[in-house]
């Protein structure tokens, strides 16, 4: 199987699957001399990981991460330093239950991808979906925790502004409550209604979609390019690989289709300082696929998670018709772990289109 790499000069390939021994990735690019802890790194796994409240899958991970190569322990005991080389990252699995896929081993899950990768490979991993299966997202964030650090003054943050039909008020949008529930959400209002309705959904063994937001600040003017390497492609790209999403949009997105150009055009006057003062970011801080300086706004669509609990009509890999209930540990919505993943996907692409604007001009921005 190819096509387990992403990024130019930040190159990011996985490895591993859900049920075997263990994953992680190799960070090809990263620039000498970046420096970080682990403590710093697993932060950000913690984020992701799963068994953290009753809305998420209740499989026991602790995803800690080791390093295994491309850097060296700075004097002071705790901070490591890449070298250049390639940094290598493992993260074990240790709570698998193999015995939990035996029944589906020869049927294929509707809204999974076991019969597109059947079609393709002729064999596959039913074992909870291999490589497909959003396990593996674990060393992308991993991956994103570096990234983080090679762009100066880079902030990337997610948050969940949408699960089902129930939205948050963005009047509310307070930063500070994102870690303070178990849904990232920056409404503090919208908590307990997304508590209520995310019980309902998994007492019925349903699951339901959302939207996630992922923002970049302090991402310096002037990088991508206009053709085929714009900056929001990439990111449009990056998100798009995350397992279950269906839809990514830049800035206003879709809604720029409901407004005149009056409305969409976002304004300039010049600062006191010298630099531009735009009035609004319709953009998403981007412009004909590169950088303005403000920040970077994505949002992407998450489908319901496939396994359910409720009868399905399927087949099997026999030609059979078959009814089926997906059994195991799953999330009744998946988005909201998504959210550092979209965090780290966004970071890793700002990172390598950094790395590869300072290639090209010869300037640190």
Aim: charged fraction near 25%; proline fraction near 5%; charge should be neutral.
């Amino acid at each position: 199987m190819s096509h387990n790499t992403f990024g130019h000069l930040f190159r990011v390939t996985t490895w591993g699957e859900s049920h075997g021994p263990a994953l992680g990735c190799v960070i090809d690019g990263c620039p000498p001399g970046i420096r970080f802890t682990l403590p710093e790194l697993q932060a950000w796994l913690d984020k992701r990981k799963p068994g953290q409240s009753r809305f998420v899958t209740q499989r026991r991970e602790d995803d800690l991460v080791k390093v295994l190569s491309g850097v060296m322990l700075d004097a002071d005991g705790e901070t490591l330093i890449t070298t250049g080389t390639p940094v290598s990252m493992m993260i074990e699995n240790t709570d698998q239950r193999s015995k939990d896929y035996s029944e589906i081993a020869k049927s294929y899950r509707p809204g999974h991808a076991d019969y597109t990768y059947d079609v393709k490979y002729g064999i596959r991993d039913y074992r909870g979906g291999g490589r497909s299966s959003a396990r593996e997202t674990a060393a992308r964030v991993a991956a994103g925790g570096l990234a983080r650090k090679v762009v100066p003054g880079l902030l990337v943050r997610g948050a969940l502004v949408q699960i089902g039909k129930h939205k948050i008020n963005r009047n509310n949008w307070d930063w500070n409550e994102v870690g303070n529930n178990p849904f990232f959400c920056p409404d503090p209002a919208m908590v307990p209604v997304w508590e209520g309705y995310l019980d309902s959904i998994r007492k019925a063994g349903s699951s339901v979609g959302a939207v996630v937001e992922v923002i970049a600040e302090g991402v310096p003017a002037g990088i991508g390019a206009p053709i085929y390497a714009k900056l929001d492609q990439d990111i449009a790209s990056s998100l798009m690989s995350i397992n279950a999403v269906k839809g990514v949009e830049i800035g206003n997105g879709f809604g720029a289709a409901e407004i005149t150009g009056e409305e969409n055009a976002d304004e300039m006057r010049m600062g006191n300082d010298g630099n531009p003062i735009f009035l609004s970011n319709h953009a998403g801080g981007i412009l004909g696929g590169i950088s303005t300086g403000q920040p970077v706004i994505a949002r992407f669509a998450i489908k319901p998670t496939s396994s359910i609990l409720t009868e399905r009509q399927s087949i099997d890999s026999d030609g059979k018709n078959v009814d089926i209930r997906t059994k195991g540990r799953h999330d009744p919505c998946v988005g909201i772990r998504a959210v550092p993943i979209g965090e780290a996907m966004l970071a890793c692409t700002i990172a390598d289109h950094y790395l590869r604007d300072r290639g090209q001009t010869g300037r640190l921005k």
